[in-house]
């Protein structure tokens, strides 16, 4: 079955602290998908990436289709960033929708 | 521009009945998706449709179902609703296929709740 591992599943940092997580995956993708989600379930999706690494802001997110590794990082980090932080792919051949990891759990203490 | 919008927010229903949720894509959206979320599965896909027609379908039981119309507005149906049922519904538009890789905007989700 294919897979998508997230870790840590919780972090707790303080403000300012630069902050990493991390996305592994089982098999070749089309795409992966960083996603936001805080409390009270409304979903943002930050970034889309099939290749190299992208910013926004605070956020960069860097993928290693060989390695079939992603990180997101937060620079800076603020208790407004406190958030469930989702991995999702795409499978290759993309019929299956997307397949989410089980997410990292943010707390940033101010 | 409105984002993606689902109704109703929340539902409680008993086991053995059958409920309908809705989402209205962003406009000029064409693919509908809908996922489930429950505390020990997360999230799941359950199926995605574009232009009126189903084009990928998750691993789930044929007691759900969806439907789009020609507006792009998608509804889904779950029936004989079992306590298991119980999760937070999410639905996504895009441009294109998801499978293109076009960027997915989330709905606020509707939280059923199977008594």
């Known amino acids: 079955k294919n897979e998508v591992e997230q870790s840590p599943q919780n972090l707790t940092a303080q403000e300012g602290e630069f902050i990493t997580i991390n996305c592994s995956y089982s098999v070749g993708i089309s795409a992966l998908h960083w996603l936001q989600q805080h409390p009270g379930g409304g979903i943002v999706s930050l970034f889309m990436l099939s290749s190299g690494k992208k910013k926004h802001g605070r956020l960069i997110a860097t993928i290693n289709i060989q390695e079939k590794h992603s990180s997101l990082h937060i620079t800076a980090s603020h208790p407004r960033d406190s958030a469930v932080y989702i991995c999702?792919?795409?499978?290759?051949?993309?019929?299956?929708?997307?397949?989410f990891g089980k997410g990292t759990h943010l707390i940033i203490q101010p | 521009k409105a984002g993606v919008t689902q109704t109703p927010r929340y539902l409680i229903k008993t086991r053995g009945q059958q409920v309908t949720l809705s989402c209205s894509p962003i406009s000029g959206h064409r693919s509908v998706s809908w996922y489930q979320q429950t505390p020990g599965q997360g999230l799941q896909f359950l199926f995605e449709?574009?232009?009126?027609?189903?084009?990928n379908k998750g691993n789930f039981p044929g007691r759900f179902s969806g439907r789009q119309f020609s507006n792009s507005r998608s509804e889904m149906n779950v029936s004989t609703l079992e306590l298991g049922d119980s999760a937070l519904y999410l639905c996504?538009?895009?441009?294109?296929?998801?499978?293109?890789?076009?960027?997915?905007?989330f709905g606020p989700g509707t939280r059923l709740t199977v008594l």
């Open positions: 996504a538009s895009s441009l294109g296929l998801a499978g293109g890789n076009n960027e997915q905007f």
């Open positions: 449709y574009f232009s009126e027609t189903q084009r």
């Open positions: 999702a792919v795409r499978w290759r051949g993309g019929a299956d929708g997307l397949t």
